[in-house]
């Protein structure tokens, strides 16, 4: 455990010397970065066993990092973020974290969590991933990446496959624009006309089914299991 390599990324440099300070108290190995470009840089050139990172952080923000990293690597990830929303602290254990921690935290709860993780080696004792998501006549098999409404395949384009998939993942709740955009496209910078467009289509595949992909005014989508 003592040697441990781990990075942490943080653009306000005195929680990210914090963090570093306790980390070392333990014995760790600690490397600091303060923005996603940065930590794209540490990824690409060096080994870590962890990483402690920030949601909010300038360039690609975490969640986007750890969507880039989740397609190559198993590497753990604590997040560390301000935000005390359920749907941040869902969407980042969606996108592959391992555990979050919410600002202001308790150092030393930070290094248990990180001992914590470490020994659970993610490898070893992970569940294994959920390959097919169901909700009421709609079945969205990860695997394949194929959807079925009542057992019959839809036409999906890949974009419209990942919307579907995520907020399957998520039923009954309400995903805003920009959270989608995050997840499914992996930034916030496309226009949120792009979601809208993307659910016109989901909701002609889903005609029939006992599910349904709501709109809540003014704020975003979620897909629910109905009456027929």
């Known amino acids: 455990m003592a040697t441990a390599r781990i990075l942490v990324a943080d653009d306000d440099h005195s929680i990210a010397e914090l963090v570093r ?20 840089d540490h990824l690409r050139n060096a080994e870590f066993d962890l990483i402690v990172l920030d949601i909010m952080m300038p360039g690609p923000n975490g969640l986007q990092v750890l969507r880039a990293l989740r397609q190559r690597s198993d590497l753990p990830v604590i997040l560390l973020t301000a ?19 919410t600002k202001p935290f308790n150092p030393w709860e ?26 009421g006549g709609l ?12 057992g ?10 990942d919307l579907l998939a995520t907020m399957a993942r998520l ?10 955009l995050e997840l499914v ?17 989901l909701r002609a595949c889903l005609a029939g ?16 299991e109905v009456s027929v």
């Open 21 to 40: 300070m306790y980390l070392a108290k333990q014995g760790f190995e600690v490397v600091v970065a303060h923005d996603g470009n940065e930590v794209t």
């Open 83 to 101: 935000r005390t929303s359920d749907i941040d602290k869902i969407a980042g254990l969606q996108v592959g974290a391992d555990d979050y921690i």
């Open 110 to 135: 930070l290094v248990a969590r990180v001992e914590a993780v470490l020994r659970r080696g993610r490898r070893q004792t992970a569940e294994p991933p959920v390959e097919r998501i169901e909700v």
């Open 139 to 150: 079945t969205v098999d990860l695997a394949e990446r194929r959807a079925y409404v009542n």
């Open 152 to 161: 019959v395949a839809v036409e999906l384009a890949p974009k419209e496959f």
């Open 171 to 180: 039923p009954g709740v309400m995903l805003d624009r920009t959270k989608l």
């Open 185 to 201: 496209w992996g930034n916030a910078y496309f226009s949120s006309r792009t979601v809208d467009v993307h659910i016109v289509k």
């Open 209 to 224: 089914a006992n599910v349904r992909i709501e709109t809540v005014w003014g704020s975003g989508y979620r897909l629910v």
